[in-house]
């Protein structure tokens, strides 16, 4: 039977699995296999495993009960091996990359942060700031027919557009990374753009969210700020 993975930890590692249920219905019987300086945390893989609301909440409770005694790499879920034997050698393999990552991420957890700007205030502020822009805004309001002009304008808007964002975003990553222990840029979306997952030490977590309480305050109305967290460490893993 396929073997599903919850997270991997050092050997010594706290593995208290008697009251933690796994994945599937009925629940995984959880257990632990590994070598002398990993553990990974497992069970049989079910055969329909779906990102049901009862196994995602199975999966982050183990992951969080792991967390409370000591450094633990989350795993993804729906990470399945062939079998224990394979996900003994994968730790055998990757023994130092797994080692040096768990001193990592010892002591801190993930936040993740996601900021939005309002794109009618952008927009006015491009148009106000830029002659181009400006001067070609007002030709295709008076031709709305002039086809090359609309062109050049979209074109021109789009790239300020992009190159504000881009500012925007490596200010504010500037700023919050002062008050983390790492940093990891996931790719933006039409809905926001800024989307990036800070490693923060448990000790620096009120200072880290206060410093985006004040980023945002700074910015005003017009910048939607979101944070996810504290959570377990799955972009630096």
């Not at 993975?5 to 009251?19: F, G, K, Q, R, S």
């Not at 942060?113 to 007002?138: C, M, P, Q, W, Y």
Request: charged residues 30%.
């Amino acid at each position: 039977m396929s073997t599903y993975v919850y997270a991997i930890t050092a050997a010594d590692h706290p593995v208290n699995l008697t009251d933690v249920a796994g994945v599937g219905e009925p629940a995984a019987r959880l257990r632990a296999v590994g070598t002398k300086e990993l553990t990974a945390v497992v069970s049989d893989a079910p055969a329909d495993l779906r990102a049901k609301r009862r196994d995602l909440v199975a999966h982050q409770t183990v992951l969080e009960g792991l967390m409370t005694d000591g450094a633990a790499l989350p795993m993804r879920f729906g990470l399945v091996g062939p079998d224990d034997d394979q996900v003994i050698a994968v730790l055998e393999q990757q023994r130092d990359a797994y080692l040096d990552r768990l001193k990592e991420v010892d002591g801190c957890r993930e936040y993740n942060v996601k900021v939005a700007r309002d794109e009618e205030d952008l927009l006015r502020e491009i148009v106000t700031e830029s002659d181009e822009i400006r001067e070609l805004n007002g030709r295709t309001r008076q031709n709305p027919a002039a086809h090359d002009d609309k062109v050049a304008l979209g074109e021109l808007v789009s790239a300020e557009v992009q190159t504000r964002h881009e500012r925007a975003s490596q200010e504010l990553v500037a700023r919050l990374t002062r008050h983390a222990a790492g940093v990891s840029i996931g790719e933006p979306a039409k809905a926001y753009f800024l989307n990036a997952s800070f490693l923060v030490r448990q000790e620096d977590a009120a200072t880290f969210s206060q410093s985006v309480h004040e980023e945002a305050e700074a910015r005003g109305d017009v910048y939607t700020f979101s944070v996810n967290g504290p959570l377990p460490p799955y972009s630096f893993v």
